[in-house]
């Protein structure tokens, strides 16, 4: 895992390498070309050794390429094999070299082949690639602004940013797509390349993956488990091959707890706020799994004076909030995780959006019967009225603030929703596409901040095209999403009495930092989001003053 950075000089801060060093710590190295008009370019990367633990050149070059990676491609030796048939020689043990040589054998093609998620960019003959992985894992940034052009894996490398407010991701309290809060800069989307030429300045973007149409092929539980079992084994095990040592972040829950039935992690880490002991204790339920399962189950017990010293950090990290309570936790993990020797972790992040975790499509999917009913009795024109459409309803839902953006929802989720598919399916695609987004953004830089990997077996683009092969009757039953995720954990442990089989709400993994900041005890994001913005920008206008391994520890308010 590592963080790129590259562009125009006079787009990138002059301190670019020690900004990105706690992605990739091991090594830090840049190029510098001339473009088509004769201006510098810089190809730069930080580097977390993972595969082929050795120090390697970097930037990497080869067949008249230059590569900045970031990521992890799990099947890279079997298109390796594929390339070295066409006589390609390789002079390293890596995935970074695979991408490479895949990119200059099959030109954008070569995504198609790769099973991982990464960001990179490539530059040949002053032309630049840049791609990011299908659902958008990886962060990749480019800036764009009259003849200055740069990309990074975080946007704090660029040299001029400026606040530039969104309106649909304040309403939503989080940022997708191609939208950041800053000026000039942009996200490259989930399953998205961009082809630059320095010569004309041209920008090309092409969406190279999208969420799978509904199939609906399997409709009985064991033809689904038949399918998703020993797929989701694999999923598990190529992510668990590295050549440092791995481990579990492990919640009370059926997704991580899967994993665990798969890989049998000697090793897992949980947080347990004291504040939670009587409303939310996933502790309880980890300590039963780690009996029966006889491995070690390491709890983390964050406190509020922790959370006030490591405040500052977290928003440097961050950058722009991502609409989540889970921010802290997250990186209280990874500390933990990396403190201890681990450099990589797996994740169950992806099960609820791909399987209809959330408890919000569990009220929606509920009522669906009772809404039919209505909809086919004698005052079925009063009843569309009332209810509207699926979409209608889950916009309402979604809402942040009232009926007054709804036409808003309607118009951004409508390029998603299939009206012909089910609503248990269409639920997941707006989820997986829009609503994961900012969780996928937390979990990379808070993991990335203290240079550890995590990968997520549910997030296996397998997976992701099995889920939208499921009848509703088999991925939403018994009146609770992850059905076919819950029967594949039955099967795997060979017993149901556990506690982790029979509890019925799972809360994800809030943290008490609104009763810590504001002495509230709800999770209403609002205020916590505000708070964080500030905090945010204030870290991003004195970056000029980090440096390698000295986060600003000024105060912040308590």
């Avoid at 970031?70 to 390609?88: D, P, S, T």
Wanted: some cysteine.
């Amino acid at each position: 895992m590592c963080g790129i950075f590259g562009g125009h000089t006079d787009a990138l801060a002059p301190n670019a390498e020690p900004l990105l060093c706690h992605r990739g710590p091991d090594q830090q190295s840049h190029l510098t070309f001339k473009d088509r008009k004769g201006r510098d370019f810089t190809m730069g990367m930080t580097r977390l050794n993972i595969v082929d633990h050795r120090d390697m050149v970097i930037p990497f070059q080869a067949a008249g390429h230059t590569i900045v990676f970031n990521g992890e491609v799990y099947n890279w030796r079997a298109i390796r094999g594929e390339l070295e048939a066409k006589g390609v020689k390789f002079t390293t043990e890596t995935d970074t070299e695979m991408v490479l040589h895949a990119y200059a054998q099959w030109g954008p093609a070569c995504l198609q082949k790769f099973n991982g998620m990464f960001g990179f960019a490539i530059w040949n003959d002053g032309k630049v690639f840049l791609a990011r992985d299908r659902v958008g894992k990886k962060p990749v940034f480019y800036f764009s602004s009259g003849e200055k052009f740069g990309f990074a894996s975080e946007a704090k490398v660029f040299r001029d940013i400026e606040l530039n407010e969104i309106d649909v991701c304040e309403r939503l309290e989080f940022y997708f797509d191609e939208h950041t809060p800053f000026k000039n800069v942009y996200s490259l989307k989930p399953g998205e390349y961009l082809e630059f030429d320095t010569g004309t300045g041209a920008i090309k973007k092409t969406r190279w993956w999208t969420f799978p149409t509904y199939v609906g092929d399997i409709e009985g539980m064991d033809a689904a488990l038949k399918e998703f079992i020993p797929l989701f084994e694999d999923a598990c095990k190529i992510r668990k091959i590295a050549d440092v040592p791995v481990t579990l972040f492990l919640s009370g829950g059926i997704d991580s707890s899967l994993i665990q039935a798969v890989l049998k992690m000697p090793v897992t880490y949980t947080v347990q706020f004291p504040e939670f002991k009587d409303t939310i204790n996933e502790e309880q339920y980890v300590a039963e799994f780690a009996k029966e399962g006889k491995f070690e189950a390491r709890v983390l017990r964050p406190t509020r004076e922790e959370f006030f010293d490591t405040f500052p950090l977290l928003a440097r990290h961050l950058e722009y909030p991502a609409g989540s309570f889970s921010v802290f936790p997250l990186f209280c993990l990874a500390k933990r995780a990396r403190a201890d020797g681990f450099r990589v972790a797996l994740s169950g992040e992806g099960a609820d959006e791909m399987f209809n975790g959330y408890y919000r499509n569990e009220l929606l999917l509920n009522e669906d019967a009772m809404v039919e009913k209505h909809l086919r009795g004698e005052y079925a024109h009063l009843a569309s009225r009332y209810f509207g459409t699926t979409m209608d309803r889950f916009c309402r839902m979604a809402s942040r603030n009232g009926l007054g953006d709804i036409p808003m929802l309607a118009a951004l989720f409508s390029r998603i929703w299939d009206a012909k598919a089910p609503f248990a399916h269409n639920l997941s695609a707006v989820e997986a596409t829009i609503f994961m987004q900012p969780l996928l953004q937390m979990a990379d830089r808070m993991s990335m901040a203290n240079g550890l990997e995590v990968r997520n077996p549910f997030l296996d683009y397998r997976i992701v095209e099995l889920s939208a092969r499921l009848a509703p009757a088999v991925r939403y039953a018994g009146g609770h999403g992850k059905a076919v995720l819950r029967e594949a954990l039955k099967r795997l442990l060979g017993r149901t009495d556990l506690g982790i089989l029979k509890r019925e709400t799972k809360h994800g993994l809030p943290s008490p930092v609104n009763n810590w900041m504001l002495k509230r005890n709800t999770f209403d994001r609002k205020d916590w989001n505000q708070l964080l913005l500030g905090e945010c920008i204030r870290q991003m206008s004195s970056r000029e003053t980090w440096t390698k391994g000295e986060p600003d520890r000024r105060k912040s308010p308590a």
